[in-house]
């Protein structure tokens, strides 16, 4: 069994700074790329930023230069840090990674969502 749980959602003013946190659990092998993905009410989810096991990166346009994904692989987790938040990121943020276990085979797996909302 795997599980990636979020956390540090919240309520911030625009201009303002939140850090997320997601850590996966369970009989993990190996974690290949783990993302952040939101989805605001009446939207499709969207990618916003993703990072290999070597640490390549990769950012959609409306989050580059305010956003940081980054990881610790001892720790099995994946940041994001917001920075000069707007209310259009306001959306439940879902990490995910796509995790090798012992018992074989690799798989996508989600966290259950975390809540960001920006007011203005």
């Known amino acids: 069994q795997v599980q990636l749980v979020e956390s540090g959602g919240g309520l911030v003013q625009a201009g303002g700074s939140l850090r997320l946190s997601c850590t996966a659990s369970?009989?993990?092998?190996?974690?290949?790329?783990m993302g952040w993905y939101r989805q605001a009410p009446g939207k499709q989810r969207e990618l916003v930023a993703t990072i290999t096991s070597g640490g390549s990166t990769n950012y959609a346009d409306s989050v580059k230069g305010r956003f940081t994904i980054s990881r610790d692989n001892a720790k099995n987790t994946v940041y994001l840090q917001m920075n000069i938040l707007e209310p259009e990121d306001t959306a439940v943020y879902y990490c995910?990674?796509?995790?090798?276990?012992?018992?074989?085979?690799?798989?996508?797996?989600w966290g259950q969502g975390t809540q960001v909302t920006v007011s203005s």
């Open positions: 995910n990674a796509f995790i090798k276990t012992w018992v074989g085979g690799g798989y996508v797996y």
């Open positions: 369970g009989t993990i092998f190996s974690i290949n790329a």
